[in-house]
């Protein structure tokens, strides 16, 4: 079960936004990194989140570049999930592989702030605090095999390659 | 029913049934990673107990991003790629050499090839008939040990042109209003698939800044069948033997088909924040600039180059104009040279970059400052992309962008050419 609190992004949040290529020079350096997360979309955001938090996003988060550095800073801000309408295929991917679930839902009707209760295994987002229970699509059963192992190099080790059903 | 583009590469790699919806098992024919991304599938690589490389000779490390290093931050992480080249025996494109796009296109990529980069546009290759998409770094460094990867089979949607591009109109205007017209979601996961009679007829050039820009729409791939055009491109980079006709079916299966009448466009420009914010140039005409920049992967090859150095002969950029040009790789920097581009371009008052990125990433060698106003033929125009993220991107063709270096404000190119 994750816990934590919702902090609510628009449409179309881009790599750009999630970590610019200004900071191109820091991204063998992730603490750093990681300060600079979701910077142009909220400044104020890594002196806020704590661990646990959610990022609720509306249409195509994370569209753009292939950084996969938007996935790795957005999860070492301490970010248990992100939730979002729908997400650019790369950074869907790119966050799954590094262990971090991206939870396609309804999140119009999450208000900033809002306490979020996610059940991974069973499919359900809890709103505690306006008492509304959302459905998130399923993810793919590959996908959902690399995340149960916290990432694709887990995976990997532990299956050599790649199973398909 | 048959297969489009997508489903036939696809169902050859992966010796399999490969249809829209299913997940296949792919070979993958070439990976690459570039400056920016690669550190990360080093570390990820190295992480996960691999120590060789499925196939050295098609695993490529591009210095591009960050060429030549501005910071000994990127210095380090250009060093790590190549003990890591050294270590391994991947092959690595140095400064100096071009865009990591640019170069598979003229050096490594061919019809019903499968290729993964660790760089969004790695579509670009779909001009040639390649089934190419960008992945993130830790995907790419399971490519390079497997020598596979793992993929959803795209639905596709057919894009079907007709006609021929109208004086002052390039294959940037029609990308740019096919993304208008789609959205930067409206593609998402599936593949464009370009045909009819205004594919047939068009440039490999065109063809690469078309299949470039398909990410900006959330497309996976952005296919051209191989044909005429791209027997002869093969032919002219002595690589004529690699290729092999690579085709959709007549009775293939596709999600929807969106007609386009090439002859009825007009040149088309991308506004600030998103690339689907497009609108025709005339609207925002008289938009003061600050920065033009020409070139990139999208639209720096030779005759995007000519094309500038064209309506810049004997000219000069406007005085409150910077005019940045970036060639895509070092091929198209000597052949400028020797067609003499280059020369009119400096005496018009510009400055030439080395081949690489340039200023597209905001990382160097002209970064915007903060209300600076750019026109740039690359990409994207995010917030922050190119610098200060109060600044202002507008995309559009290389005519677009030399014409508004003369001028100082954003100009039709119909008025110059």
Redesign the interface.
Known sequence: MLKGRAFKFGD?I????II???Y??????PPELAKHVLE?ADPAFAAKVKPGDFVVAG??FG???????A??VIKMAGVSAVLAK?T???FF??AI??GLPVLICDTAKINAGDELEIDLSAGTVKDITNGKELEFNKI???MLAILNCG???PY??KYG??K?E | MGKTLAEKILSQKSQSEAKSGSIIIARVDLVFVQDTTGPLTVRQFQSSGFKRLANPTRSVLFMDHAAPSPNYGLSNDHKLLRDFSRQVGATVSEVGEGVCHQIVAESLAKPGDVIVGADSHTVTAGALGAFATGMGSTDVAIALALGETWLRVPESIKVLLSGNFPAGVYGKDLILYLIGQIGADGATYKALEFGGSGADNMSMSARLTIANMVVEAGAKAGLFASDKITQEYLAAQGRGKEYQPVSADDDAGYEKTTNIDIARLEPMIAKPHTVDNTAPVTEVRGTKINQVVIGTCTNGRLDDLALAASILQGKKRHPQTRLIIAPASRQVMLDSIQAGYIQTLIEAEAVILPPGCGPCLGLHQGVLGSGEVCLSTSNRNFKGRMGSPEAFIYLASPATAAASALTGEITDPREVI
């Open positions: 179309s881009s790599t750009d936004h610019p290529g200004r191109a020079h820091l991204r063998s350096n142009d249409n195509n569209l753009g570049s292939s950084r996969e550095h996935a790795l729908s650019a295929r790369i991917r790119n592989n590094l793919p059963a590959v990432g694709l190099i990997i080790k390659s790649f398909l």
